[in-house]
Nanobody, 114 residues
Framework: QVRLVESGGGSVQAGGSLRLSCVVS????????MGWYRQAPGKQRELVAS??????NYVDSVKGRFTISRDNAKNTVYLQMNSLKPEDTADYYC?????????WGKGTLVTVSS
């Protein structure tokens, strides 16, 4: 069974940075594209970044500020978040992009204050 464990969230002021990590187990990590999603209070979960064979994609609202990367040797996907804004406040989750596994991790909370 796939297991996803996110970490690295926290509380920062606007303009600050955080690096999220997600360790994936129970599957052949290197075989899959990976993504980071976020869900703000009262809003639907949205895919904000994805990585596939070295190619990356971002939602417009995070382009130029967030960077997704992966280390297949560590079964880990990362999200470097710079120039954080209050509107980035959300729970962040990793999963496959567009066709996520049924299982979701607990996520990691990012809170950005103005």
């Amino acid at each position: 069974q796939v297991r996803l464990v996110e970490s690295g969230g926290g509380s920062v002021q606007a303009g600050g940075s955080l690096r999220l990590s997600c360790v994936v187990s129970g599957t052949i990590f290197s075989a899959f594209s990976m993504g980071w999603y976020r869900q703000a209070p009262g809003k639907q979960r949205e895919l904000v970044a994805s990585i596939r064979a070295g190619s990356t994609n971002y939602v417009d609202s995070v382009k130029g500020r967030f960077t997704i990367s992966r280390d297949n040797a560590k079964n880990t996907v990362y999200l470097q978040m710079n120039s954080l804004k209050p509107e980035d406040t959300a729970d962040y989750y990793c999963n496959r992009p567009y066709t996520p596994w049924d299982y979701w991790g607990k996520g990691t909370l990012v809170t950005v204050s103005s």
